[in-house]
Nanobody, 123 residues
């Protein structure tokens, strides 16, 4: 079992930056691939980025490529999403998730989900 808790969300002006953290509990964290998603009001949950358990592979959605960076620190049981050059359209609830199947990391078929953290970008 893996439990995930996101933090680091908040209100930021357009062009600013935030770093989201996802703290995981459970002895098998390092064996899971990790992903970040977001969901804006009235919209479907959107894949943003994923990182493999060993951090040797990453995947990014086109909408955030070059602006967002996913990383992980297995010693701290934590995955991060560094978000730069934020835009109002980035406003959403951001979720982290754990997946045992790399082939599914760009989908919403994950084994575990966090509760989400709100990110609001003002113009």
């Amino acid at each position: 079992q893996v439990q995930l808790i996101e933090s680091g969300g908040g209100l930021v002006q357009a062009g600013g930056s935030l770093r989201l953290s996802c703290a995981a509990s459970g002895r098998s964290f390092s064996s899971y691939h990790m992903g970040w998603f977001r969901q804006a009001p009235g919209k479907e949950r959107e894949f943003l980025a994923a990182i493999s358990w060993s951090a040797d592979s990453t995947s990014y959605a086109d909408s955030v490529k070059g602006r967002f960076t996913i990383s992980r620190d297995n010693a701290k049981n934590t995955v991060y999403l560094q978000m730069n050059s934020l835009k109002p359209e980035d406003t959403a609830v951001y979720y982290c998730a754990a997946n045992s199947r790399w082939r599914l990391v760009t989908t919403t078929t994950y084994d575990y989900w966090g509760q989400g953290t709100q990110v609001t970008v003002s113009s």
